[in-house]
């Protein structure tokens, strides 16, 4: 079945400065990789999703790129800001045109003021 | 984004009772609804697929007979942990599939500690 590896586990970096997670999946059929952003206590949010057509999609500080030959995506942050620490979940769909979703073990984001 | 709703948000319990978590997805409808288990500092545990008029299917190690799943709406999905024991207590979280944009919501989730 799918595999989802994530990394880094955790990560800190100085307000203001860019934020890379990365993930790599081993099914070729995936086709859906979105992001969630959990924070202590609350539900994950989906903040950015990018399906298997697609190379790069960007929303304002956020933008997550896909290399489908060596399968695996990135999510970028930049200007980051305080709000912005969470864990971050990466994910892919477990079987082609199916919803189930494999998710990476997490990445423990922290800005420093 | 779409909306799902959880409840309850927490939930205490004795041992060897028994506890319902409900899920609902407010402004859609999801034939397809998710359950996840989440321990602290650790990613999200998918424990069942549930499909709306059929039974639901359980993830390798988790017990259909502990873990009881109705989806017997559109709209609303419920887990039930039967007998629940220390154990059981986890941070339980549900997840509905939103078509036709084709994305996952999820619900508050639910902290269960079983005494």
């Known amino acids: 079945g799918e595999n989802v590896e994530q990394h880094p586990s955790t990560l800190s970096v100085q307000e203001g400065d860019s934020a890379v997670i990365k993930c790599t999946y081993s099914d070729s059929a995936s086709n859906y990789f979105p992001w969630y952003k959990q924070e202590l206590g609350k539900r994950p949010q989906l903040i950015i999703d990018?399906?298997?057509?697609?190379g790069e999609k960007k929303d304002q500080r956020i933008a997550v790129t896909l290399n489908k030959t060596a399968k695996h995506f990135s999510l970028h942050i930049t200007e980051t800001q305080p709000e912005d620490s969470a864990v971050y979940f990466c994910a892919a769909t477990a079987v082609q045109g199916a919803q189930k979703l494999v998710f990476g073990q997490g990445t423990r984001l922290t800005i420093n003021p | 984004g779409a909306v799902v709703s959880q409840h309850p948000s927490w939930v205490i319990c004795k041992s060897g009772t028994s506890v319902k978590i409900e899920c609902r997805s407010l402004?859609?409808?999801?034939?397809?609804m998710f359950w996840y288990r989440q321990f602290p500092k650790q990613s999200l545990m998918l424990m069942a697929t549930?499909?709306?008029?059929?039974?639901?299917?359980?993830e390798q190690g988790v017990e259909k007979d502990k873990f009881l799943i109705n989806h017997a709406s559109l709209t609303l999905s419920t887990l039930t942990v039967t007998s629940a024991h220390p154990e059981d207590s986890s941070f339980y979280i549900c997840?509905?599939?939103?078509?036709?944009?084709?994305?996952?919501?999820f619900g508050s989730g639910t902290q269960l500690s079983v005494l």
């Open positions: 990018i399906r298997s057509n697609v």
């Open positions: 549930s499909n709306e008029g059929s039974k639901a299917t359980y």
């Open positions: 402004d859609f409808q999801a034939t397809t």
């Open positions: 997840s509905a599939w939103e078509s036709p944009n084709e994305k996952l919501f």
